[in-house]
């Protein structure tokens, strides 16, 4: 069996210019992945499942990866032994299916399966809300998010929304899709991802720089092409990032964490301006205005 694709074809009836007309639609795909660890329990390998989430299909390893590592279970890519899709992941016909991933952890890496505590269905619109209790949310950040030195200008920031969705090709394709980017200080790209889902779309991008050695992820922007939820800025705080630029509203407890960080976080991010809500000495000119006002 092909392994599942982002996106497929839906015959549509459309209306358009005053006449309908038969037509394959592409459509975002929206499948379960769970995610299933291989810890050591006193020498024996025993698997665990730790989260069943909805997903658009691809990056499913980043996906995974950064889920555990903005969970607080693993430190370090060196902690991963394996990570590979489940073997008894398979269709009546004995095919597999791509929708189970396993991640085997070296002997050294501990787990604190109560802390972690999940809902085991979680939607693909909220990661958050299949939270066991808000306690088990708040992940512990080792080290506060670095970029003291980091200088943006709000002409920048007004074109990463414009010039980043030109990236989104799956979005372009289907209009129903999350998306994440990575941008160093000058608004230069340096990862995108998509998904059906706005956390996994950012726990794919963090999952891809782990993976690959490069967190933590100091001196860096991401931009959200929604909203900025809790969920979504303590995944940034864990990764060391300290801009989170949304396209969207954030909420009152993401704002609450950033400010604890010491993160730069900012919404309603368009071509014609946005909202700063704390972290305002990494964007030029601020200070100025301010002490104008005052």
Not at 33 to 58: C, F, K, N
Not at 138 to 150: C, D, F, K, L, S
Not at 274 to 287: D, K, M, P, S, T
Request: proline share 5%; hydrophobic share 40%; aromatic share 6%.
């Amino acid at each position: 069996m092909n392994r599942p694709a982002s996106a497929q074809p839906y015959p549509v009836q459309r209306y358009q210019s005053g006449s309908w007309q038969r037509v394959a639609d592409p459509v975002a795909v929206e499948d379960p992945l769970e995610i299933r660890l291989e810890v050591d329990a006193g020498g024996v390998r025993a698997s665990q499942s730790i989260s069943v989430t909805m997903r658009t299909p691809g990056h499913d390893f980043a996906l995974a990866a950064g889920f555990l590592f903005t969970e607080g279970i693993l430190r370090t890519k060196d902690d991963i032994a394996e990570m590979t899709y489940c073997l008894d992941s398979k269709d009546g016909e004995g095919q597999q299916t791509y929708n189970v991933v396993t991640v085997t952890l070296r002997p050294w890496v501990r787990v604190d399966a109560a802390r972690l505590l999940r809902n085991f269905y979680t939607t693909s619109s909220c990661g958050v809300c299949g939270k066991a209790s808000l306690d088990a949310v708040r992940v512990q950040v080792a080290t506060p998010p670095m970029g003291e030195n980091i200088r943006l200008s709000p002409q920048l920031i007004c074109a990463l929304p414009q010039q980043l969705q030109a990236e989104q090709a799956l979005f372009h394709a289907t209009g129903g899709i999350h998306a994440s980017w990575l941008c160093d200080a000058e608004g230069n790209l340096l990862g995108s991802q998509e998904d059906v889902g706005r956390h996994n779309a950012l726990d794919k991008l963090i999952g891809a720089e782990f993976l690959a050695g490069r967190t933590p992820l100091s001196g860096r922007v991401v931009v959200l092409s929604g909203r900025a939820s809790f969920e979504q800025v303590q995944k940034a705080a864990v990764a060391g990032i300290p801009v989170v630029v949304a396209v969207g509203a954030p909420s009152s407890l993401a704002i609450d964490l950033a400010a604890a960080q010491g993160m730069t976080l900012l919404g309603f991010t368009k071509a014609s301006g946005f909202n700063a809500y704390c972290g305002v000495e990494r964007l030029a000119g601020v200070a100025a205005v301010a002490g104008r006002g005052s």
